[in-house]
């Protein structure tokens, strides 16, 4: 089979990074391989994301430079594919039809095990365009993964049910979806058969997860059981399903990472309740004091939105205030921007862009102070450091902290994949550098 070149470029979420992943992998039959660039790919697929800012402007920029390559390619007499995937293909995916006539294909996060059916129909002249619900789930049709990693994400739940009103989710992935758990635990140990170290359970609302008598807390325990599973992580959570026995297993299995992404918004509870977040801040706190109390050196994160449509300055303050409360390791924080469809977009009281923007600028000092901070705090200590990437210049290997934190180290290639102590020598605001505590042993056990 003649071998094609496949360029995936990816957007937000690391749902959508696991959604990429799966692309490739029903691609592959094909004779897709994937490139870092496009320019001479086959295939150029945008896998999009619809939550961060100006989303649908940064796609149609994009999608210009990929027309460039396609019309210069096919002036060489070869014919190119450029598709659009994900969540703004979802919500917007007659507009990209529309204004961009060189698209061959547009699909949703729901119908990527039907592209090998989208490509043959696009290579024959077709112009594809799927943004359906399938009653049926694509996991059940999903391949497995082709490719081992030591750090892998295993998507367990998707959509949601919570209708936020500044969140186009439930329009993009649907209502919530959980895997049936003897499918999620037979994916788990493929992958820890391919050299797994790490697992990350992923969902929209992954602790909603209920697939048959199970939930979060039951899966996380069966994965734990699973041999050569050393770390196991779960994103993204909603404080509304953050329930005492899942908060429970942060103390009680040792292999899930004392890390937790529990996104607030915002401290005002005015403003929670028109975003429909169906929580307090003091709710919120709450949760925060026990999963402190049942692993007391947990590091935590969040995500803020900052300029919601009638936010004061109290309100602002009030989420200042609950972040220096809870003093973060690490967060994510964005300027409100109206998602069509939404019924935040129609509410009244928009703040300026201006208020929005210094807005933005204060509570990201505080959060940025925070997390260099946090890494500051861990300069001289020894900590296990899982070895999941290769860094950009030769002897040089990065991984991660059991808290997430990004380690550069020099060390040997023969350490990729394995779980090293590591001497924290530097630290920064986004990362941190070590040495190498237990070489010799290290590299022995890579050997064995």
């Not at 020598?425 to 040495?435: C, D, I, T, Y």
Request: charged share 25%; aromatic share 8%; glycine share 8%.
């Amino acid at each position: 089979m003649e071998k094609k070149k496949l360029y995936i470029k990816t957007w937000g979420c690391q749902m959508n990074v696991y959604d990429s992943q799966k692309m490739a992998d029903v691609l592959f039959p094909l004779g897709y391989a994937p490139v870092d660039a496009p320019d001479d790919a086959d295939l150029m697929i945008l896998n999009t994301c619809h939550i961060r800012e100006k989303a649908t402007e940064k796609v149609f920029s994009d999608l210009g430079r990929l027309r460039d390559i396609k019309d210069a390619r096919t002036e060489e007499g070869k014919k190119p594919l450029i598709a659009v995937a994900g969540c703004v293909a979802q919500a917007e995916g007659d507009v990209i039809m529309k204004r961009a006539k060189f698209v061959d294909m547009v699909f949703g996060p729901q119908t990527y095990h039907l592209l090998p059916e989208m490509v043959l129909q696009a290579n024959g002249g077709e112009r594809v365009i799927n943004t359906d619900f399938p009653v049926e789930s694509k996991f059940d049709h999903l391949p497995e993964a082709a490719v081992g990693s030591p750090s892998a994400f295993l998507s367990v739940q998707e959509g949601c049910d919570k209708f936020c009103t500044f969140c186009v989710v439930p329009y993009t992935r649907g209502s919530e979806f959980s895997r049936p758990p003897e499918q999620v635990i037979e994916e788990a140990k493929r992958l820890a058969g391919q050299g797994a170290k790490e697992i990350t359970l992923l969902g929209q609302n992954v602790n909603a997860y209920h697939g048959g008598d199970y939930d979060l807390a039951d899966l996380i325990a069966a994965v734990a059981e699973i041999g050569g599973i050393e770390r196991i992580r779960y994103m993204t959570s909603h404080p509304r399903d953050m329930n005492d026995r899942l908060i429970g297993v942060h103390r009680d299995i040792p292999q899930l990472m004392p890390f937790l992404h529990l996104p607030v918004q915002s401290g005002s509870d005015r403003i929670l309740e028109r975003m429909n977040r169906k929580h307090t801040a003091a709710e919120y706190l709450d949760i925060i004091s026990k999963i402190r109390k049942a692993r007391a050196d947990i590091a935590l994160s969040s995500d803020f939105i900052v300029g919601f449509p009638g936010e004061t300055d109290a309100d602002h303050q009030a989420t200042m205030e609950l972040a220096r409360q809870v003093g973060y390791a690490s967060c994510y924080s964005f300027k409100y921007s109206p998602r069509p469809g939404t019924p935040g977009a129609v509410m009244d009281g928009m703040v300026p862009d201006a208020v929005k923007d210094g807005r933005l600028q204060e509570l990201q000092a505080l959060l940025f102070a925070q997390q260099t901070r946090f890494n500051e705090n861990t300069a001289g200590k020894t900590m296990p450091v899982l070895f999941d990437r290769k860094g950009q210049k030769p002897g040089q290997l990065l991984g991660k902290t059991p808290y997430m934190q990004s380690v550069y180290v020099d060390a040997s290639e023969r350490l990729f994949g394995e779980i090293v102590d590591v001497e924290i020598v530097r630290a920064f605001q986004n990362g941190l550098s070590g040495e190498i505590v237990t070489t010799e042993a290290a590299l022995s056990q890579k050997s064995a």
